[in-house]
């Protein structure tokens, strides 16, 4: 007696495209801020609409990396933790990520 089972193939073919997708996503990243926080990230988690007016509305300016780096981490995070679900920029940058990466993988 013998049984048939149907659906390898399909299994192998899911399979290879998530290792694809993997490959894709390890190592380091560099993802622009509207891609890493898109409106609907935004929309959802804080106070506005897109991640350029979460900047926007902050008492900083800034125009380069080398400016946001320059910004206090407590202070920054006290802004966070007042117009977002998030107690820091830390734990708003780790949510995004891994809807990032759910994202890329096509979950």
Do not use: C
């Amino acid at each position: 007696m013998s049984v048939q089972i149907e659906g390898f193939e399909e299994l192998a073919d899911s399979l290879d495209d998530l290792q694809q997708h993997l490959e894709g996503v390890s190592g380091e990243n560099e993802i622009p801020m509207d891609e890493l926080f898109p409106d609907s990230f935004m929309r959802t988690h804080t106070d506005f609409d897109s991640v350029d007016e979460l900047f926007d509305s902050s008492p900083w300016e800034f125009d380069t990396k080398e400016d946001f780096k320059q910004i206090p981490e407590s202070e920054f995070d006290d802004y966070i933790d007042a117009h977002t679900g998030f107690s820091s920029w830390e734990a708003m940058l780790t949510a995004a990520a891994r809807e990032w990466i759910t994202r890329q993988l096509d979950f």
